[in-house]
Protein backbone atom coordinates (compact mmCIF):
# COMPACT_ATOMS: atom_id res chain seq x y z
CA UNK A 1 0.00 0.00 0.00
CA UNK A 2 1.36 3.45 -0.82
CA UNK A 3 -0.32 6.83 0.01
CA UNK A 4 0.00 9.69 -1.33
CA UNK A 5 -0.56 13.62 -0.01
CA UNK A 6 -0.89 16.22 -2.19
CA UNK A 7 -0.76 20.07 -0.73
CA UNK A 8 0.41 23.18 -2.30
CA UNK A 9 -3.46 24.22 -3.93
CA UNK A 10 -4.31 27.78 -3.26
CA UNK A 11 -6.08 30.61 -5.17
CA UNK A 12 -4.34 32.11 -7.00
CA UNK A 13 -4.62 35.16 -9.91
CA UNK A 14 -4.45 34.52 -13.69
CA UNK A 15 -0.52 34.92 -14.68
CA UNK A 16 0.38 33.84 -11.09
CA UNK A 17 2.23 30.25 -10.16
CA UNK A 18 2.12 27.45 -7.71
CA UNK A 19 3.76 24.56 -6.88
CA UNK A 20 1.57 21.03 -5.66
CA UNK A 21 3.75 18.80 -3.80
CA UNK A 22 2.56 14.65 -3.25
CA UNK A 23 4.58 12.96 -0.67
CA UNK A 24 4.66 9.20 -0.95
CA UNK A 25 4.63 6.87 2.10
CA UNK A 26 6.91 4.70 0.23
CA UNK A 27 9.34 4.66 -2.63
CA UNK A 28 7.41 5.70 -5.87
CA UNK A 29 10.19 6.07 -8.31
CA UNK A 30 11.94 3.25 -10.49
CA UNK A 31 9.68 0.82 -12.84
CA UNK A 32 6.77 3.55 -12.31
CA UNK A 33 4.62 5.80 -13.34
CA UNK A 34 3.86 8.80 -11.11
CA UNK A 35 1.67 11.91 -12.63
CA UNK A 36 -1.01 14.64 -11.56
CA UNK A 37 -4.42 14.71 -13.12
CA UNK A 38 -6.58 16.91 -12.71
CA UNK A 39 -10.74 16.99 -12.50
CA UNK A 40 -13.40 19.26 -13.67
CA UNK A 41 -16.80 18.84 -11.90
CA UNK A 42 -18.92 16.82 -13.59
CA UNK A 43 -16.15 15.10 -15.89
CA UNK A 44 -13.47 12.67 -15.23
CA UNK A 45 -9.80 12.42 -14.41
CA UNK A 46 -7.59 13.75 -16.84
CA UNK A 47 -3.89 13.68 -17.45
CA UNK A 48 -2.05 16.74 -16.42
CA UNK A 49 1.80 15.45 -16.56
CA UNK A 50 3.48 12.29 -16.00
CA UNK A 51 7.02 11.13 -15.40
CA UNK A 52 8.28 7.82 -15.85
CA UNK A 53 11.59 5.68 -16.26
CA UNK A 54 13.03 9.11 -16.71
CA UNK A 55 10.68 10.83 -19.42
CA UNK A 56 7.97 13.12 -19.05
CA UNK A 57 4.75 13.82 -20.68
CA UNK A 58 3.02 16.46 -20.83
CA UNK A 59 -1.09 17.38 -22.01
CA UNK A 60 -0.82 19.79 -24.85
CA UNK A 61 -2.89 22.55 -22.72
CA UNK A 62 -0.40 22.54 -20.21
CA UNK A 63 2.96 22.45 -22.06
CA UNK A 64 5.48 24.84 -21.84
CA UNK A 65 3.71 26.28 -18.18
CA UNK A 66 3.88 23.35 -16.34
CA UNK A 67 6.77 21.08 -14.85
CA UNK A 68 6.44 17.78 -12.91
CA UNK A 69 9.67 17.11 -11.55
CA UNK A 70 10.77 14.43 -9.13
CA UNK A 71 12.82 13.55 -5.34
CA UNK A 72 13.67 10.34 -5.16
CA UNK A 73 15.39 10.09 -1.83
CA UNK A 74 12.02 12.60 -0.44
CA UNK A 75 9.84 10.23 -2.09
CA UNK A 76 7.86 13.59 -3.80
CA UNK A 77 6.94 14.37 -6.71
CA UNK A 78 6.48 18.21 -7.56
CA UNK A 79 3.87 20.02 -10.31
CA UNK A 80 5.48 23.95 -11.13
CA UNK A 81 2.67 25.29 -12.37
CA UNK A 82 3.25 28.82 -14.02
CA UNK A 83 1.43 31.42 -16.15
CA UNK A 84 -1.64 30.01 -14.74
CA UNK A 85 -4.91 30.66 -16.31
CA UNK A 86 -8.41 30.40 -14.94
CA UNK A 87 -8.98 27.17 -17.21
CA UNK A 88 -5.99 25.76 -14.96
CA UNK A 89 -9.05 25.68 -11.40
CA UNK A 90 -9.60 22.10 -10.71
CA UNK A 91 -8.98 19.69 -8.15
CA UNK A 92 -5.19 18.44 -8.66
CA UNK A 93 -4.78 14.84 -7.59
CA UNK A 94 -1.21 12.91 -7.46
CA UNK A 95 -1.03 9.70 -8.84
CA UNK A 96 1.11 6.47 -8.53
CA UNK A 97 1.13 3.13 -10.76
CA UNK A 98 3.80 0.70 -10.74
CA UNK A 99 4.37 -0.90 -14.20
CA UNK A 100 2.33 -3.69 -15.24
CA UNK A 101 0.19 -3.73 -11.98
CA UNK A 102 -3.27 -3.02 -12.62
CA UNK A 103 -3.24 -1.11 -9.18
CA UNK A 104 -3.71 2.70 -8.90
CA UNK A 105 -2.89 5.07 -5.76
CA UNK A 106 -4.32 8.00 -5.87
CA UNK A 107 -4.03 11.39 -3.63
CA UNK A 108 -7.24 12.63 -2.16
CA UNK A 109 -6.80 15.74 -4.31
CA UNK A 110 -5.76 19.88 -3.80
CA UNK A 111 -7.90 22.52 -4.97
CA UNK A 112 -6.42 25.13 -7.31
CA UNK A 113 -8.32 28.10 -7.74
CA UNK A 114 -7.18 30.59 -10.80
CA UNK A 115 -9.09 34.11 -10.45
CA UNK A 116 -9.36 36.47 -13.48
Known amino acids: QVQLVESGGGLVQAGGSLKLSCVAS????????VGWYRQYPGKQRQMVAT??????NYADSVKGRFTISGDRAKNTVYLQMNSLRPEDTSVYYC???????????WGQGTQVTVSS
Open 95 to 105: HYRRLGSSTDY
Open 26 to 33: GSIFGFSI
Open 51 to 56: ISLGST
